[in-house]
């Protein structure tokens, strides 16, 4: 079957399927807008960018590397808190044995994704 339009003549089947494609198109848009709300609750739940706690694996990782970057004594073992708030500014110690010596490295989060400055740079 055939029907006038306005850009000549569409078989049904032709319809049927401009519908379908239509029809798939607003279901993608709609999936898509529902991912990236349950995308976004997944990140606040997770404390990225909030006020969650600080990666203690990192910032430990954070103080071997500044170790060699500024020169310093090799540290032998690093332990650094848990639960720390990530909250940009602060600071917090991580106890460092160099040499046998125990010392302290204070770290100031400098801002998301585990990004921290030693402070000051040495250990104490």
Same mark, same amino acid.
């Given at each position: 079957? =055939?029907? @006038? /339009? ?6 049904? !089947? ?6 379908? %494609? ?5 279901? %993608?848009?709609? *999936?898509? %807008?529902? %991912?990236?709300? !349950?995308? *976004? ?13 600080? @990666?203690?694996?990192? *910032? ?5 590397? *500044?170790? !060699? =970057?500024?020169?310093?004594? /090799? ?15 602060? =600071?917090? @110690? ?8 125990? +010392? &302290?490295? &204070?770290? +100031? ?16």
């Amino acid at each position: 079957m =055939t029907v @006038d /339009h306005p850009h000549g003549r569409l078989h049904e !089947a032709e319809r049927s399927l401009a519908r379908r %494609i239509a029809t798939n198109a607003h279901t %993608i848009g709609i *999936a898509a %807008i529902v %991912i990236v709300i !349950a995308l *976004a609750f997944a990140i606040a739940a997770l404390g990225v960018g909030g006020k969650g706690a600080v @990666d203690h694996k990192k *910032a430990e990782q954070f103080v071997y590397s *500044a170790a !060699a =970057t500024l020169g310093l004594p /090799h540290p032998s073992s690093v332990a650094c808190p848990t639960g720390v708030t990530d909250s940009v500014g602060r =600071t917090f @110690d991580c106890g460092v044995v160099v040499n046998g010596a125990h +010392r &302290t490295a &204070t770290l +100031r989060i400098l801002g998301a994704n585990s990004r921290f400055e030693l402070t000051p740079p040495t250990f104490r």
